[in-house]
């Protein structure tokens, strides 16, 4: 029996606007139960107030305490270490970075900035990494699905910066154990009775593994057949964040577990 859940958003509980059907009623169950449930997310162009105002219009009770995302992650990391970031990220989540100090900047954080990917960012980007400041990015994810069509991700514009420069990113999104450890740090369950959900087989699903925590695939948003092939270890595969809950609460046994 799990004690904690870790839903991915994005391909999980809704594709762009529309909810992935049994989602909705899905979050309402295990937010009514013993089951401590956080919400984690990679998505960076949409800044924490507008996710939750997301979440809400689309009907899902999603606490502010419940939700963890990477840019929240990178913030604290910066701060921590006092840095003045330049910011290579989206327009509408430039406000969340306005209360650093910007003036010669010390260190680059790379999110999914869309258009903002040109030339001149991605070369102002590598100027500063090669004159030493860290490279931080909220993951390698490779593309993510909004409504029907799949998009390109931050992680080759940020393996573009690492390999021109010849330097190494800090990832603090998905799959860095440590940002699944900081979230699973404020349920109190141990990762082996955690579940993480998600549709991305290398970020949710090799990441959740490799922190120690059970994982599920679901065969919505962004997978493709042939996903679960991809990594190694064992993890559930299910149809939807539906039978993801019946699992967690036990209520299932794993239609299909993949080993390689
Ligand atoms: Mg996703």
């Not at 958003?9 to 295990?30: K, N, Q």
């Not at 579940?195 to 997978?223: P, Q, S």
Request: contains cysteine; charged residues 20%.
């Amino acid at each position: 029996m799990f004690e904690a859940l870790l839903l991915d958003l994005s391909g999980v509980l809704y594709d762009g606007d529309a909810v992935i059907p049994g989602a909705l009623e899905a979050v309402r169950r295990v937010q009514g139960s013993p089951l401590e449930v956080r919400f984690i997310t990679n998505t960076s162009q949409k800044t924490r107030q507008r996710l939750l105002a997301h979440l809400s219009g689309l009907g899902f009770e999603v606490a502010p305490d419940q939700l963890f995302t990477a840019v929240d992650a990178a913030r604290q990391w910066l701060r921590q270490r006092q840095l003045r970031p330049w910011c290579l990220v989206h327009k509408d989540i430039a406000g969340e970075f306005a209360d650093f100090d910007s003036h010669d900047p010390n260190a680059v954080f790379v999110a999914d900035a869309a258009e903002g990917f040109t030339y001149r960012s991605l070369n102002r980007a590598f100027q500063l990494c090669m004159a030493g400041a860290p490279l931080l990015g909220v993951g390698y994810n490779r593309y993510f699905k909004s409504g029907d069509e799949l998009l390109m991700d931050v992680g080759a514009f940020l393996r573009a910066i690492e390999f021109a420069a010849g330097v190494q990113a800090t990832i603090v999104g998905k799959p860095n154990a440590e940002f699944f450890h900081q979230v699973l740090a404020t349920t109190g369950a141990a990762p082996g009775r955690t579940l993480m959900v998600g549709d991305d087989v290398f970020g949710d699903v090799e990441g959740a593994l490799n922190a120690g925590i059970g994982a599920c695939l679901v065969r919505t948003g962004k997978y493709r057949a042939g996903d679960e092939g991809k990594v190694g270890g064992e993890f559930s595969v299910v149809d939807s964040v539906a039978e993801a809950v019946d699992l967690a609460f036990g209520r299932t046994r794993a239609a299909a577990f993949f080993s390689t």
